[in-house]
């Protein structure tokens, strides 16, 4: 709720596929931010395959929006919470080919939900409001 108003940040994204290159998947002329994305399949394997490898894409983007000229990264998508050892040494080659170096620019994050255990929901709601009490003495300070 920017200056107390609600502002939607939905978008709805749509991506081609470049017929010259079917690991391009191109998202421009959108109205939102007139951003423009570009993803690259870079490496992928389906579900079920002959060899038993999880199924995963790993994405690099580029982009920019009137907001951000000139992001990008990687993205790594699995069926899994956890990312499945067994991929390290295949993504380690595909972020090679777009000049990252998979073990010293890249975090393996934890997309488990654990379960939160006695008194942890109290804690997390104390350290909620104390943020809030933080940025709203900010913003009076700021007036």
Do not use: M
């Not at 998202?27 to 389906?46: A, G, M």
């Not at 990252?100 to 350290?127: H, M, Q, Y």
């Amino acid at each position: 709720e920017p200056d107390g108003e609600y502002f939607t940040r939905d978008a709805l994204q749509q991506f081609v596929q470049d017929p010259a290159n079917p690991a391009h998947l191109i998202n421009h002329d959108n109205e939102f931010l007139h951003y423009k994305d570009d993803w690259y399949i870079v490496d992928y394997e389906y579900d079920d395959n002959k060899d038993g490898v999880p199924p995963f894409a790993f994405v690099y983007y580029r982009g920019s929006n009137d907001a951000w000229d000139g992001y990008g990264g990687v993205v790594v998508y699995t069926r899994d919470a956890k990312l499945p050892e067994s991929l390290i040494p295949r993504l380690r080659i595909a972020a090679q080919k777009v000049g990252f170096d998979f073990d010293k620019d890249f975090t393996i994050t934890d997309n488990s939900c654990p379960t939160i255990r006695d008194g942890e929901a109290l804690v997390l709601r104390e350290k909620f409001a104390g943020k809030v009490l933080l940025q709203t003495e900010e913003a009076v300070r700021a007036q």
